[in-house]
């Protein structure tokens, strides 16, 4: 009895210490998380943010379209050119440059695509005050950051429900977890980046008219 109760306890022991460790996985990324949020809150602007954001898009999209080491003929252009459209509001005519010019290099196309997208919103914001502008890039990364956020804890749960399989495979099942929640970190990061990009790219703004006259509530008479 005595032997049995000490495996059970010692059980209990590793079950509890694997519920830790998952526990401190998902304690880490949330620091982050909070970090940063913290940060958005406290900055008198984020425009550096929201800009780094966009050239990082750029530059995944064009490492997407351009491997380095492929050639031109190699390009995937018509995907660069939709995913472009939808990522940034932009049309790209890589097809054009690359017709026009021998050895660009997908540096050139980045740069160009850059400028585009940069003008694109740069104009956007003189449709508003800057003190305006500056709480609408606050408010479209939040809203991104907290979407992304909640959406990603659930999908570490779902991980974390499942993630004990792995041991048939002969693996560790909290390494494993490990493994794929910093990579779903990673993810929602570059989701995050893009949709804040999109989101912006795509905005609107409509000025309310002011109110005709005749609504204004009468002066009181002195």
Not at 18 to 27: G, I, L, P
Not at 33 to 44: C, F, H, N, S, V
Not at 48 to 75: F, H, I
Not at 195 to 222: C, G, K, N, Q
Request: hydrophobic letters at 40%; proline letters at 5%.
């Amino acid at each position: 009895i005595e032997s049995a109760q000490r495996k059970v306890e010692a059980r209990n022991f590793d079950i509890r210490k694997q519920v830790v460790e998952y526990d401190d996985v998902m304690n880490d990324q949330r620091k982050v998380i909070y970090e940063q949020r913290a940060d958005i809150m406290d900055a008198d602007g984020v425009h550096d943010v929201v800009d780094d954001m966009r050239a990082e898009t750029v530059n995944a999209l064009v490492g997407e379209a351009c491997p380095p080491g492929s050639y031109p003929e190699q390009w995937d252009l018509d995907g660069l050119q939709e995913r472009a459209r939808d990522l940034l509001n932009v049309e790209v005519s890589a097809k054009s440059w690359i017709e026009a010019e021998d050895g660009i290099e997908p540096e050139d196309v980045e740069n160009r695509i850059r400028a585009l997208a940069d003008a694109l919103v740069e104009e956007k914001a003189k449709e508003l005050d800057p003190e305006t502008w500056t709480r609408v890039e606050k408010s479209i990364l939040l809203q991104n950051l907290d979407h992304h956020w909640k959406e990603h804890l659930a999908m570490l749960d779902a991980l974390r429900q499942v993630v004990h399989l792995r041991a048939y495979a002969q693996k560790t099942p909290i390494n494993e977890y490990k493994q794929e929640a910093f990579a779903m970190f990673e993810r929602m990061f570059s989701n995050i980046r893009e949709d804040v990009t999109r989101t912006i790219a795509y905005a609107e703004f409509r000025m309310a008219p002011p109110p005709p006259m005749d609504d204004l509530p009468e002066l009181p008479a002195f």
